[in-house]
């Protein structure tokens, strides 16, 4: 079995697949300061909770933002699972060639992403990632990873109003029922919310100017869902396209 970590600002989302099927998956909060026994122990026990034997992992797979996190997942798959993860970045094979200006300065995830957004979907296809940030990538008709844009997420765009205003307080990310709040925490849901989902809709039209006709949309991230309720521009909504496209990299590093 193969076990895939995307290790994000926030979250750890980790993925099992048996094959071709994905079998499981597992979000972790992210800890720089967490010692590989920890991350081991935390893992054990999770797949533990879906019937998944430790010893069935064979291989592994790593992508990551958060640099540190790298060489401890790595030890931590070397001790717990006996296996030498990949590592996602310079020299591996992804599918999709890289336009960016300097290809090294992409997050290793994006371009995760782009590849598994081009062998799924097809291209010209945007990416939206909602997550710590909100990111969306472009991937032109001949499966060129061209880049994107990145604003601060939802959760971070909360917390700063929260921390940078006096009688602002923190609410629920959901949306309310009117985009006129009544009041504070119905006002602050539309800002929050509505104002996202309109920030994402105008980029996605700029986007498509740009790549041209046929482009197509797929949301990702754990904040996908939220605003896939409140927008008809995402063709698709995959939660899971980042472990998803780790598989697919890791197939083409075989």
């Not at 591996?92 to 995760?112: C, E, F, H, M, Q």
């Not at 291209?123 to 909100?134: E, F, N, R, Y």
């Not at 996908?224 to 980042?242: C, R, S």
Request: charged share 20%.
């Amino acid at each position: 079995m193969l076990l895939t970590a995307d290790i994000g600002n926030t979250n750890i989302t980790l993925g099992v697949f048996d094959k071709e099927d994905l079998i499981a998956s597992f979000r972790l909060s992210t800890d720089p300061k967490r010692q590989p026994d920890e991350y081991a122990a935390l893992i054990h026990t999770l797949l533990s909770l879906k019937n998944i034997s430790s010893s069935s992992i064979d291989n592994a797979i790593i992508c990551s933002v958060v640099p540190p996190l790298i060489n401890i997942f790595q030890n931590v798959c070397s001790t717990a699972f006996n296996v030498e993860a990949l590592v996602v970045g310079s020299g591996i094979k992804t599918g999709v060639k890289i336009l960016y200006d300097s290809p090294r300065d992409v997050g290793a995830d994006r371009i995760v992403d782009a590849a598994a957004a081009y062998q799924l979907y097809g291209a010209p296809i945007i990416i939206v990632d909602l997550g710590t940030a909100t990111v969306l990538d472009a991937v032109n008709r001949n499966g060129d990873y061209l880049g994107g844009a990145l604003f601060p997420g939802l959760q971070v765009s909360a917390e700063a109003l929260f921390l940078g205003t006096s009688q602002l307080r923190r609410v629920e990310l959901s949306a309310p029922k009117d985009a006129i709040g009544k009041n504070t925490v119905s006002a602050l849901q539309s800002g929050l919310v509505f104002g996202h989902v309109s920030m994402i809709e105008g980029m996605v039209e700029r986007f498509k100017n740009e790549l041209g006709e046929g482009t197509k949309v797929v949301a990702t991230g754990g904040l996908a869902g939220l605003i896939a309720k409140e927008t008809n521009i995402f063709n698709y909504v995959n939660p899971d396209l980042t472990i998803i496209g780790l598989k697919m990299i890791h197939e083409l590093n075989q």
